[in-house]
């Protein structure tokens, strides 16, 4: 397997993960977080195939920057708004709650930039 295909199966794995909803004990943040997993595991295993190394960041605006040089982005710009969920909703406090629309969001927008 090359190097960006194990990227991309790991996004789509993350992926998987943020569809898991099947319990009242996984909070909706946890799932987005694993939405912006995938689609940061994604873009980045796009750069790896263009020969470009991507830098260590989970702000997939930067990622997006350096992608643009080889694909146009303009249908997977709208996850950048997946940023958010990168660090701060991981933990208890300092954010609005995530509500059962966000996840769905996050997801649409997920699915939208794996495929």
């Avoid at 992926?15 to 595991?41: G, H, M, P």
């Avoid at 830098?55 to 643009?68: A, R």
């Amino acid at each position: 397997m090359e190097r960006h295909e194990s990227w991309i199966d790991r996004a789509r794995s993350s992926l998987e993960i943020a569809r898991t909803r099947n319990s009242n004990f996984i909070y909706y943040e946890d799932l987005c977080y694993q939405a912006q997993q995938a689609v940061e595991k994604a873009i980045k295993g796009m750069l790896i195939y263009y020969n470009v190394e991507p830098q260590f960041t989970h702000k997939i605006g930067i990622l997006l920057e350096e992608l643009q040089a080889y694909i146009n982005i303009d249908e997977i710009k709208e996850t950048i708004k997946l940023t958010k969920y990168a660090v701060q909703s991981r933990y208890p406090e300092g954010y609005d709650d995530i509500t059962k629309k966000d996840y769905e969001e996050s997801i649409t927008i997920a699915n939208k930039c794996l495929e």
